[in-house]
């Protein structure tokens, strides 16, 4: 039986040890931390649970394609519980409040009531949601590939694009933020501005919000912790091992094929590696896994400006019962405040309030993130001796600004926990300690790179780097397209029972 080490115990790494154990590959993931999950994580502050990672699930819809990997990884299952939020999100600008409804036609009529002057815009935004809504995540198979069963063709699924490639273009021009800015409505503006990154082009604002008015877009009652356990529980109970606190040091390249994989304690020989770790950080000069690095066009294509997404993740354990809150609220701030040269001038706040397990008994487990390049902030911060001080600091006005907007905090505040870029870095090994990558206007980066690269055989890539923005579904449906690949070289029958 051929051997295969998949380097990375994430979302991508368990969906490639998954799919190639179905193949019939035995399959051994090494993990460099002591628990998986990578980017996709939560965690756990003085009885408080705080969701890391995802704040809603494109699939968690039964007729989305993507949901079908979601379920053959065992991430979901007939048993999991989907929460969709109506409205899912909330724009309170001094009482006049602005909501993301799930239902078009209520949107619409919503937000032509709320800003008259704006009608035309609301109704032209509505009419490309309608659009967009027809548009998901195709899942096909690679070319040349044996399987159970064929996926769709690209042409077959290709066609649901065709009625909005225009106003694709079109979109793509401009970024989420320059779009937001043509409504007049502060509340809208907010609205339209916290679902995507705003330096996004407006493409992927539009598919993002038509997500959820197709239904889609749902949180999974237990976050992605239960996803990644779950899905672990799926790739041990078909035989596969996983090795926790297994920092691999270098992959195996001799004679232009790899051959393993490098830990501190000695070698796996291996017929394959997958790697899943972040691929800008796996590739690094300093401390990546291949000596020397790779120098293939893609990848120099990928260093060159990788327009990184970084956050600094705010994390509060309320004693109060905040179930009358929205579960997801923006608001503008009356005292904006400078972060690293930055004027933030409002702040987006999650609210778990009603979730089980999420907190104390009548208690509340609130996040709120700020979303910028700070990596170079907290790292000089650390070097200069005052990375600590300098967190206690930026929580306090974060803090000052939610007990403004929120009377019902202040003083109640029982834990407050605060994770930076450094700290991805330090857990998830990203680089830069980035979440995902900025996908602007007028770049053409929807475009993956490949999963199979040139020049080194038996070598796969897969996870958030490999098809920009990044993100649960590129993380869980790259792992399948590497196992693709590793199946058509060694003349295997892919394993999927999904179609």
Same mark, same amino acid.
Request: hydrophobic share 35%; aromatic share 10%; with cysteine.
């Given at each position: ?43 756990? /502050? ?23 990997? %979601? ?25 006049? #409040? ?10 619409? #009529? ?71 800015? $043509?409504? $007049?409505? #502060? ?9 995507? =990154? ?48 297994? /920092? ?9 094929? *790899?051959?393993?994989? &490098? ?18 950080? *796996? ?61 933030? =001038?409002?702040?987006?706040?999650? =609210? ?12 509340? *487990? ?11 902030? %907290?790292?000089?911060?650390?070097? /200069? ?21 929120? @009377?019902?905090?202040? =003083? ?43 020049? &080194? ?6 996870? #958030? ?7 649960? @579904? ?5 792992? /399948? ?11 295997? &029958? ?6």
């Amino acid at each position: 039986m051929n051997k295969v080490v998949v380097i990375g115990a994430g979302i991508a790494g368990l969906s490639a040890g998954i799919y190639a154990l179905k193949s019939g590959f035995e399959v051994t993931i090494c993990e460099a931390c002591g628990s998986p999950g990578g980017n996709c994580t939560g965690w756990r /502050r003085g009885g408080y649970f705080f969701e890391g990672s995802m704040h809603w699930l494109n699939g968690s819809a039964p007729d989305s394609p993507i949901n079908r990997v %979601w379920r053959e990884t065992g991430a979901l299952s007939d048993t999991s519980r989907i929460i969709n939020h109506d409205p899912f999100l909330t724009s309170d600008c001094g009482g006049r #409040q602005a909501y993301l409804y799930r239902d078009v036609d209520r949107l619409e #009529q919503h937000l032509c009531g709320l800003s008259p002057e704006d009608i035309p815009l609301v109704k032209g935004m509505c009419a490309d949601i309608r659009r967009f809504a027809a548009v998901d995540i195709p899942l096909t198979d690679i070319f040349g590939l044996k399987v159970r069963k064929k996926a769709p063709s690209l042409l077959k699924t290709g066609t649901r694009i065709l009625p909005v490639a225009l106003r694709m273009g079109a979109l793509g021009k401009i970024s989420a933020g320059e779009y937001a800015g $043509r409504f $007049r409505s #502060q509340a809208i503006r907010l609205l339209i501005l916290n679902m995507v =990154n705003p330096g996004y082009d407006a493409v992927s604002l539009f598919f993002t919000i038509s997500r959820f008015l197709s239904k889609d877009g749902g949180y999974v009652e237990g976050g992605t912790v239960n996803m990644v356990r779950n899905m672990v529980k799926r790739f041990t109970d078909s035989g596969g091992v996983i090795r926790y606190n297994a /920092r691999v040091k270098r992959v195996i390249v001799d004679r232009g094929r *790899a051959g393993g994989v &490098v830990l501190a304690e000695g070698t796996i020989p291996a017929d394959a590696v997958i790697v899943t770790a972040d691929t800008l950080a *796996a590739n690094a000069v300093s401390g990546g896994l291949f000596s020397p690095p790779l120098r293939m066009p893609w990848l120099e294509k990928m260093y060159k400006n990788p327009q990184l997404i970084m956050n600094t993740f705010f994390c509060l354990g309320v004693e109060a019962d905040l179930a009358g809150l929205p579960p997801y609220i923006v608001f503008p701030l009356e005292k904006p405040f400078k972060f690293h040269g930055r004027e933030l =001038n409002y702040l987006a706040c999650r =609210n778990y309030a009603g979730y089980s397990g999420y907190a104390p008994e009548g208690c509340s *487990a609130l996040t709120v993130s700020i979303s910028s390049d700070s990596y170079g902030y %907290w790292k000089l911060a650390r070097e /200069r001796g005052y990375y600590e001080q300098g967190k206690r600091e930026l929580f306090g006005t974060v803090l000052e600004r939610l007990e403004a907007q929120f @009377p019902a905090i202040r =003083n109640r505040t029982a834990v407050r926990d605060i994770a930076t870029p450094l700290t991805y870095e330090k857990y998830c090994g990203t680089y830069r300690g980035s979440w995902m990558t900025k996908t602007p206007p007028g770049n053409h980066r929807r475009f993956p790179y490949p999963c199979k690269p040139g020049g &080194v055989k038996n070598l796969y890539f897969a996870g #958030q780097r490999i098809q920009p923005p990044g993100g649960l @579904p590129v993380a869980v449906t790259t792992g /399948r397209r590497a196992a693709q690949y590793l199946c058509r070289d060694f003349g295997m &029958v892919f394993g999927s029972d999904i179609y």
